[in-house]
């Protein structure tokens, strides 16, 4: 069975402009999640995605948005990009919203680095 | 909030011994908690996962333990062996504010062959 993939692996933006990156579940699941990696706050919860509906969201500014489609990828797109917005953006897939049961399988991420 | 410390942030140890690695959660209020190694540049792979009413779990040489009451886990390696080396994370699911999971800072373990 595939892994959670991400596209591009590596990307490089200048500040202000925008981006959209791109994740496919494993098969069969249906929610998403996406965080946010710097070494300095570590990882951050971004948004959470079932069905195609955003069940929960981080503290994060509105320029970072998502969404799910009814195959179950997921995009999240940053607008006006910041340096600050340079980090390891990782993708999760788990089988059911149930939190109390459910494995995270996670993806290699997508490396933004923000010029 | 849900606050997760994971102490110490680097530990190097021989290859061979058994080790234990700490995680601590100030809110007991949990769904569950998982252990994840995050090799570098690379993302996470779920190593265990210990529900709520769980009070440990094990996967071959790993023996992960969960005490809710003190907010504390640990995760347990056998016989270490240079291919553990990585970053091994915590994360704990609860049901308090609009996250899923809240993860530590994270253990950078290295074994010395």
């Known amino acids: 069975k595939a892994g959670v993939t991400q596209t591009p692996r590596y990307l490089i933006k200048t500040r202000g402009q925008q981006v959209t990156l791109s994740c496919s579940p494993i098969?069969?699941?249906?929610?998403v999640s996406w965080y946010q990696q710097t070494p300095g706050q570590g990882l951050q919860f971004l948004f959470e995605y079932f069905s195609e509906t955003q069940r929960n969201k981080g503290n994060f500014p509105g320029r970072f948005s998502g969404r799910q489609f009814s195959n179950s990828r997921s995009e999240m797109n940053v607008s006006t990009l910041e340096l600050g917005d340079s980090a390891l953006y990782l993708c999760?897939?788990?089988?059911?919203?149930?939190?109390?049961?459910?494995?995270?399988?996670f993806g290699p991420g997508t490396r933004l680095t923000v010029l | 909030k849900q606050e997760v410390t994971q102490i110490p942030a680097a530990l190097s140890v021989p290859e061979g011994e058994n080790l234990v690695l700490n995680c601590s959660f100030t809110?007991?209020?949990?769904?569950?908690l998982q252990w994840f190694r995050q090799d570098p540049g690379k993302g996470l792979t779920s190593l265990l996962l210990i529900q709520s009413s769980q009070r440990e779990q094990t996967s071959g040489r790993l023996n992960a333990s969960l005490d809710k009451s003190s907010g504390r886990s640990t995760l347990y390696i056998a016989a270490s062996q240079p291919g553990d080396s990585a970053t091994y994370l915590c994360a704990v699911g609860y049901n308090f504010g609009n996250e899923k999971l809240t993860f530590g800072t994270g253990t950078r373990l290295t074994i010395i062959p």
């Open positions: 809110d007991s209020a949990i769904y569950n």
């Open positions: 999760a897939s788990s089988l059911t919203d149930r939190l109390s049961t459910d494995t995270q399988y």
């Open positions: 098969s069969g699941h249906r929610s």
